[in-house]
């Protein structure tokens, strides 16, 4: 039978592992410092950045001219109907309306100066902006930007508190940032996050370069500013991506970099000038840098360029699949729009494209992005369309539409207006094919053809509606 270790044999033994112990972690190499050392403590940036942040509430006035003309809308089988069972005829138009909303903000002049997003205040006849210590101020709307989704907004006071502008310039993915604003209404919520990804282009936005995070945003937030853990502002959030209407984690950030230069120039001109190329776009797949003799898909490839635009002054032509915009890299083509827009109208560009293979260097002259940049991006030249004659704005029909249709031209018909096109049925989504008598194969052509119309009198029209053709008649003045 084995007997225990006296006590003093037993710290003897510890003594002996602990020595070995020391021993064996000499010999080996050292490991490397953790990457994360702990959870991050955002007390300090709340405390000291909170207060410059805002909570904005807008009213918007709906008029009885626009109601009214909302209740000519309905057809006339409603209004027969009213008339013979309602006993009082057609609904009467109601009074007028207030349309009211939510958003956040942020304080970045000692003065008043105040930074949201333009769907925040866009169409608000009244703008109130609510600070921390429970003061409403009525603010002026100094000038907005719906592209880049950025508004200025101005109130009377003084010694404001103000956020520290930072730089996403140097913002990394991975890095911790922090939110502040007003979702659902309650006021000075904080939410915390990584940054997801950054350069993002989404669908609806050609020409902000977005900052993905995992942040918690709700409706209610838009407006409010992203911080870094130095308690700098390096993003303005957004938008969020959401199946439900609600945070489902992913959500966008405008860059405080491109914030800043089109508040410089709202405060300058109260409005933002942007470049413009005049290219019809489209991504390179698999299959089509394929057949264009590319190694893998990048670029944007050209399918039309619009006559007049700077791009058809420099000799770019459709097929030419943009590789490079002033050193800048196009992997996909809505990054161009982007590098595009920075540059300012009038200043020359550099474009790599490839063409028949080969590499080729172009020089353009940036141009002014019209007012309507939708216009621009569909192939319509302000100007050159026919609107203001017959209220209608068309574009130039694919190939693949055309041949749906089975037509060998004509124009899609984009919107519809007050006007000649309206009362004569044309409908958005028509391909209008003739205009007295007229072939249409372009917007060019159409807007020749316009020009060419009487004053007055009525005009035939030949349009395509879902594989029908069918003709109308277009009243003149």
């Known amino acids: ?37 702990g959870l ?4 300090l940036l709340v405390e000291k950045e909170g207060p410059a942040v805002v909570n904005i509430s807008t009213v918007t006035h709906q008029d009885q001219a626009e109601l ?23 609904p009467q138009v109601p009074q007028e309306r207030e349309a009211r909303s939510l958003g956040s903000g942020f304080l970045i002049s000692s003065d008043g100066y105040v930074l949201t997003n333009h769907h925040v205040v866009a169409e608000a006849d009244e703008i109130m902006v609510r ?54 209404g309650f006021d000075s919520s904080v939410t915390a996050g990584i940054v997801s990804a950054k350069g993002r282009s989404l669908p609806s936005d050609s020409y902000v370069p977005f900052i993905q995070t995992d ?14 853990l130095r308690g700098e502002v390096v993003g303005i959030n957004s938008q969020i991506f959401s199946r439900s209407g609600g945070y489902m984690g992913v959500s966008f950030a405008i860059p405080i970099d491109m914030a ?49 635009s700077p791009a058809e002054q420099a000799g770019v032509q459709p097929g030419d699949i943009i590789t490079e915009f002033n050193d800048e890299a196009i992997y996909r083509s809505s990054e161009l729009p982007r590098w595009v827009g920075l540059v300012k109208p009038g200043e020359d560009a550099e474009l790599t494209v490839i063409r028949d293979g080969q590499e080729k260097s172009l020089t353009v002259t940036i141009g002014l992005l019209p007012d309507d940049p939708s216009l621009a991006m569909q192939g319509i030249i302000p100007g050159q369309d026919g609107a203001d004659a017959l209220g209608v704005q068309v574009r130039a029909a694919s190939e693949a539409e055309l041949s749906k249709l089975d037509l060998k031209a004509g124009v899609v018909v984009t919107e519809v207006k007050e006007g000649p096109a ?44 879902d594989g029908n053709p069918r003709f109308l008649a277009l009243k003149l003045k």
Do not use: Y
């Open 68 to 90: 009214k003309e909302q209740m000519d809308q309905i057809p006339e089988f409603f209004r027969r109907f009213f008339e013979q069972f309602g006993g009082e005829g057609v």
């Open 1 to 37: 039978m084995r007997r225990l270790p006296t006590l003093t044999t037993f710290w003897l033994l510890v003594v002996i592992g602990f020595l070995a112990g020391c021993s064996d972690s000499t010999s080996t190499p050292d490991r490397p410092e953790p990457l994360v050392t």
């Open 131 to 184: 600070l921390q210590d429970r003061r409403e101020l009525k603010a002026e709307l100094i000038g907005a930007d719906e592209q880049s989704d950025i508004a200025l907004l101005k109130v009377e006071a003084q010694d404001l508190p103000v956020v520290d502008i930072g730089s996403s310039a140097g913002l990394k993915v991975g890095e911790w940032v922090l939110a502040i604003g007003a979702p659902f």
């Open 215 to 228: 942040v918690a945003i709700n409706p209610g937030n838009s407006g409010g500013p992203l911080f870094n």
């Open 40 to 43: 991050p403590d955002f007390t």
């Open 422 to 465: 309206r009362l004569a049925g044309i409908e958005s989504g028509d391909v209008l094919v003739t205009l007295n008598n007229v072939p249409i194969d372009s917007p060019e052509t159409f807007a020749e053809a316009v020009a060419a119309l009487p004053e007055s009198g009525t005009v035939a029209a030949l349009i395509n509606r």
């Open 260 to 308: 800043m230069d089109v508040v410089s120039q709202l405060k300058e001109h109260g409005k933002v000038s942007r470049g413009w190329l005049g290219v019809l776009i489209q991504e390179v797949d698999r299959d089509l840098a394929q057949s264009f003799g590319l190694d893998q898909p990048r670029g944007a490839l050209v399918s039309q360029v619009l006559k007049g």
